[in-house]
């Protein structure tokens, strides 16, 4: 599968922003796929986690609250709501699925990786 990831930007702490993650192949749908972010001199983190059929998510203790994950099969597409942005969330953010079908943040488990989308938070 191969993933393709927008949305990101330039927004205000407190604004709002939601990424999308465009997936190609017919058995998306097979797939859990999670979020993570990289920031400059950081290593890459884990923000989210969804399961192949959207029943079961996963979220860092960072974005907890403020971040929802969601996914449209139909659409082929995984979602990323981010709501009260804050400075700590500027990073490039990616997408990745795997066959994982267990919640994880472990990056490894992820076989596909999209290019990722800039989010930066101004203050």
């Known amino acids: 599968v191969q993933l393709q990831a927008s949305g990101g930007g330039l927004v205000q702490a407190g604004g709002s922003l939601r990424l999308s993650c465009a997936a190609s192949?017919?058995?998306?749908?097979?797939?859990?796929v999670g979020w993570f972010r990289q920031a400059p001199g950081k290593e890459r983190e884990f923000v989210a986690y969804?399961?192949?059929?959207?029943?079961?998510?996963y979220y860092a203790d960072s974005v907890k609250g403020r971040f929802t994950i969601s996914r449209d099969n139909a659409k082929n597409t995984v979602y990323l709501q981010m709501s009260n942005l804050k400075p700590g969330d500027t990073a490039v953010y990616y997408c990745?699925?795997?066959?994982?079908?267990?919640?994880?943040?472990?990056?490894?488990?992820?076989?596909?990786w999209g290019q990722g989308t800039q989010v930066t938070v101004s203050s």
């Open positions: 990745a699925a795997g066959t994982v079908r267990v919640a994880t943040p472990n990056p490894k488990s992820f076989h596909s």
């Open positions: 192949g017919r058995t998306f749908s097979s797939y859990s």
């Open positions: 969804i399961s192949w059929i959207g029943g079961s998510t």
